[in-house]
């Protein structure tokens, strides 16, 4: 049983940074592998980054390449995103999600999925 919440979203200004959390309450987080979304205001929610239950194996959207870094601490519970260099388009409602999948990269990868925390970047 997974269950998600996110948190460390905030207002930042451009070139500034942010690192979210996300907290599985559930006893089984290190069987999942985790994602990253985000949905700006009118858009569709997007893959940001996915992170494998070892080997720390990643993979990021080519838009937050070089910029973010997901990491994971089995023994916490937590996923990270550490977001550098933030960007105004990086405004967003980012949602941590989790996956018995191996791969994927699309919503319909991930069955369990956060409340979500707003992120806003002033230009």
């Known amino acids: 049983q997974v269950q998600l919440v996110e948190s460390g979203g905030g207002l930042v200004q451009a070139g500034g940074s942010l690192r979210l959390s996300c907290v599985d309450s559930?006893?089984?987080?290190?069987?999942?592998?985790m994602g990253w979304f985000r949905q700006a205001p009118g858009k569709e929610r997007e893959f940001v980054a996915r992170?494998?239950?070892?080997?720390?194996?990643?993979y990021y959207a080519d838009s937050v390449k070089g910029r973010f870094t997901i990491s994971r601490d089995n023994a916490k519970n937590t996923v990270y995103l550490q977001m550098n260099s933030l960007k105004p388009e990086d405004t967003a409602v980012y949602y941590c999600a989790a996956t018995l999948s191996y791969s994927g990269t699309s919503m319909t990868d991930f069955g369990s999925w956060g409340q979500g925390t707003q992120v806003t970047v002033s230009s």
């Open positions: 559930g006893r089984t987080f290190g069987s999942y592998a």
């Open positions: 992170i494998s239950r070892n080997y720390w194996i990643t």
